[in-house]
């Protein structure tokens, strides 16, 4: 993919911008950081008139973008504040992870449309990072994101890493009381990250787990809060459309 590298942007071109470009910019307002790819494919076009358009924007100031990991394609993020979200530059930390949650909100879109999904960003704009819980004066965990689905808040979250035991175990603790989430979805990329979850998590309805990508489930091995059954291992959207959450 041609790609922008971190070749400095020439003078900024006027653009009118039109409504596909309006829509593009406040979705990256929304997850943060995307790559070309991953607008086409969250908006369904080609890429190579994506990546044009994005080029076009950035010289125009609207968007930046560059590339940040070699393993990894240019990225872009919008320069225009959106729904009172600030402009956001890519975290060489979390980069990987960003990168990641992006293509899982497309994915998450894609499997169940027309349904509100509310971003790690949009959380953190409307409850505050310095918002408190019970536990300890400790800071609320908030989720990577929000699906709202048939009357219930689903909490997501993408693990691509290992947690410390206590740190996860914390976390299930403050899902477990929180009466607002009805079930956690965990997101998690390698079989390492996985297992910890699995034989961490407590056994019931609140708690599921997915491999990712691919939306396999995965039995929680951990204590059972009842003695209720997980679904047997299958795709997340055959198990959707089973229930009737999704459409075919």
Partial sequence: MAGLGNQQVKEKRNIVLQERDKVVIQWLSRVGIASS???ASMFGYSEAPILRRLQKLRQAGKV???KIDNGYPVVFWSKISYFALPAKQPNHGTFEHDYTLTSLYI???????????????ELRRDQGVGRLIGERGKRKH?????????????AFELENSVKHKDRLQSIFRQYYADRNIDQVWYFATSVGVQNVIANNAVNGFKFRLFAYPG???IPIRGKSEGGTD??????????????????G
Avoid: H
């Fill in 230 to 247: 997980q679904p047997t291992q299958t795709s997340m959207y055959d198990f959707a459309l089973k229930e009737g959450r999704c459409n």
């Fill in 142 to 154: 908030l989720p990577d994101g929000i699906l709202e689905l048939d009357n219930r808040r689903i």
């Fill in 37 to 39: 790819d991953q607008v």
């Fill in 64 to 66: 930046d973008g560059k």
């Fill in 107 to 121: 994915w998450l879109t894609q499997q169940y449309p027309g349904r509100v999904i509310t971003t790690d960003r």
């Fill in 215 to 217: 939306g396999a489930e």
